[in-house]
C-alpha cells in the first residue's frame, strides 16, 4: 500500500552565504536529497550573501528560520523581547579553521604565546573566526594588538603559508588540511571539528546555527521534522561518496568540482553530535563574541537558557524518522 505524504505549513529557510561554506552544507543536502520532503515538509530555501543578512530575513519576517552564526544573529537579528531569536538547531562549534605556522618559521612559532609581533594572515578583516583568534590569543596571555594582523583573502592567506610570508594564518578547510597534508605548515591550534574547539579553548561553543523568532517559530512538530531532515542529512555527509552527493547538489553549491571532494571530506565530522547546544556553549560564545567586539547597545541578548527552544530536536533524535 502507497504511504499518504501530507504536506504541513511551507517553511522559508534563509541560509547565510556564500551557497559552498561547509557550515551549512546539511542544510543544502537536505533540500536536494528530498529529505525534508521525506519529513513531510515543504521548504523553500533562500541564500543571502553572507550571515548578517540572514539574521535580517529573520527581523524583517522574510524567513521562518534562518541559519547563521550566533554572533551574527546577536549583532543583526532581532531587537526586542517578543521576537528574540531561538536557536533550535546547531551545526558547528567554531568556523572550520586550523591556526598554521608555515614550516618554515617552525623553529619561530612553536606555540601561541610565541605570536606577539609576528604577522598573522586572514582571510579578510573582520573575519567571524577572527573572534576565537582573540579567544585564542587571550588564553595564553596575548592581545590582537601585539599581532600584525594581515588580510590576504582566502587563496592569498593559503600562497603566505605556503611561502612563510606570515608566520601563522587562521586558514579555513579544505585548505588547512591540504597544507599541513603537503607538508608546508603544521597545526598549531585546530577548530575544525566540536572536539577539537574543547581542546583549544578548554570549553564547549557553538557558531552556525539554525535560529527562529519567537513570536512566529513553526511549530514543534515541524522542527522536529526539520531537525530529523537535517540529521540524516549529516549521516549523508558522513558516508556518502561526493561524486554521489555532487550530482544532486546545485552547481553554485558544489563549486569547482575538484574542490568539492576536499570540502565534503573536511565536513564529515565537523558538525555537533546530534544537534543538541547546551547552556553552557551559548554562555562561552556570548563571552567570546563580546570579547572580540561589544555589541551594539541596541541589542538585547537574551540569556542562554532562553535562547535554547531544542525540545523538539530532542524528540526528533529519540522518534524513528519518517518513511
Do not use: C
Given at each position: 500500500?502507497?504511504?499518504?505524504i501530507?504536506?504541513l505549513?511551507?517553511?522559508?529557510?534563509?541560509?547565510?552565504?556564500?551557497?559552498?561554506?561547509?557550515?551549512?552544507?546539511?542544510?543544502?543536502?537536505?533540500?536536494?536529497?528530498?529529505?525534508?520532503?521525506?519529513?513531510?515538509?515543504?521548504?523553500?530555501?533562500?541564500?543571502?550573501?553572507?550571515?548578517?543578512?540572514?539574521?535580517?530575513?529573520?527581523?524583517?519576517?522574510?524567513?521562518?528560520?534562518?541559519?547563521?552564526?550566533?554572533?551574527?544573529?546577536?549583532?543583526?537579528?532581532?531587537?526586542?523581547?517578543?521576537?528574540?531569536?531561538?536557536?533550535?538547531?546547531?551545526?558547528?562549534?567554531?568556523?572550520?579553521?586550523?591556526?598554521?605556522?608555515?614550516?618554515?618559521?617552525?623553529?619561530?612559532?612553536?606555540?601561541?604565546?610565541?605570536?606577539?609581533?609576528?604577522r598573522?594572515?586572514l582571510?579578510?578583516?573582520?573575519?567571524?573566526?577572527?573572534?576565537?583568534?582573540g579567544?585564542?590569543?587571550?588564553?595564553?596571555?596575548?592581545t590582537?594588538?601585539?599581532?600584525?594582523?594581515?588580510?590576504?583573502g582566502?587563496?592569498?592567506?593559503?600562497?603566505?603559508?605556503?611561502?612563510?610570508?606570515?608566520?601563522?594564518g587562521?586558514?579555513?578547510?579544505?585548505?588547512?588540511s591540504?597544507?599541513?597534508?603537503?607538508?608546508?605548515?603544521?597545526?598549531?591550534?585546530?577548530?575544525?571539528?566540536?572536539?577539537?574547539?574543547?581542546?583549544?579553548?578548554?570549553?564547549?561553543?557553538?557558531?552556525?546555527?539554525?535560529?527562529?523568532?519567537?513570536?512566529?517559530?513553526?511549530?514543534?512538530?515541524?522542527?522536529?521534522?526539520?531537525?530529523?531532515?537535517?540529521?540524516?542529512?549529516?549521516q549523508?555527509?558522513?558516508?556518502?561518496?561526493?561524486?554521489?552527493?555532487a550530482?544532486t547538489?546545485?552547481?553554485?553549491?558544489v563549486?569547482?568540482?575538484?574542490?568539492?571532494?576536499?570540502?565534503?571530506?573536511?565536513?564529515?565530522?565537523?558538525?555537533?553530535?546530534?544537534?543538541?547546544?547546551?547552556?553552557?556553549?551559548?554562555?562561552?560564545?556570548?563571552?567570546?563574541?563580546r570579547?572580540?567586539?561589544?555589541?551594539?547597545?541596541?541589542?538585547?541578548?537574551?540569556?542562554?537558557?532562553?535562547?535554547?527552544h531544542?525540545?523538539?530536536?530532542?524528540?526528533?533524535?529519540?522518534?524513528?524518522?519518517?518513511?
Amino acid at each position: 500500500m502507497l504511504g499518504v505524504i501530507i504536506l504541513l505549513q511551507t517553511l522559508t529557510l534563509a541560509i547565510a552565504g556564500p551557497a559552498t561554506s561547509t557550515e551549512y552544507l546539511p542544510l543544502r543536502v537536505a533540500d536536494a536529497e528530498g529529505l525534508f520532503a521525506r519529513e513531510g515538509l515543504s521548504v523553500v530555501v533562500k541564500t543571502t550573501r553572507a550571515e548578517p543578512g540572514a539574521a535580517e530575513a529573520l527581523v524583517q519576517g522574510q524567513a521562518d528560520l534562518v541559519a547563521t552564526s550566533l554572533d551574527a544573529m546577536l549583532r543583526f537579528g532581532p531587537r526586542s523581547s517578543s521576537q528574540s531569536p531561538r536557536l533550535v538547531l546547531g551545526l558547528t562549534a567554531a568556523p572550520p579553521t586550523a591556526l598554521l605556522v608555515p614550516t618554515s618559521q617552525a623553529e619561530i612559532v612553536r606555540s601561541v604565546a610565541d605570536l606577539p609581533g609576528t604577522r598573522v594572515g586572514l582571510s579578510s578583516p573582520g573575519a567571524p573566526e577572527q573572534a576565537w583568534l582573540g579567544w585564542l590569543l587571550a588564553h595564553s596571555g596575548v592581545t590582537l594588538a601585539q599581532i600584525w594582523a594581515v588580510s590576504h583573502g582566502t587563496r592569498g592567506l593559503v600562497g603566505a603559508v605556503e611561502s612563510g610570508d606570515v608566520h601563522a594564518g587562521l586558514v579555513p578547510e579544505p585548505y588547512a588540511s591540504r597544507l599541513v597534508a603537503d607538508g608546508r605548515a603544521r597545526v598549531l591550534v585546530d577548530l575544525r571539528t566540536a572536539a577539537a574547539v574543547v581542546q583549544a579553548l578548554g570549553s564547549p561553543t557553538v557558531n552556525a546555527a539554525v535560529f527562529a523568532r519567537a513570536d512566529r517559530r513553526p511549530r514543534d512538530r515541524e522542527l522536529a521534522a526539520f531537525a530529523r531532515a537535517v540529521l540524516a542529512a549529516e549521516q549523508r555527509i558522513a558516508t556518502a561518496p561526493p561524486e554521489e552527493l555532487a550530482d544532486t547538489l546545485d552547481k553554485r553549491v558544489v563549486g569547482a568540482r575538484d574542490d568539492f571532494a576536499a570540502r565534503l571530506e573536511s565536513a564529515r565530522a565537523l558538525y555537533l553530535p546530534g544537534g543538541v547546544v547546551s547552556a553552557e556553549q551559548v554562555k562561552q560564545t556570548f563571552a567570546l563574541i563580546r570579547m572580540h567586539q561589544p555589541l551594539p547597545v541596541t541589542s538585547r541578548v537574551p540569556s542562554p537558557d532562553e535562547i535554547l527552544h531544542l525540545a523538539p530536536l530532542r524528540r526528533a533524535v529519540s522518534a524513528p524518522a519518517a518513511r
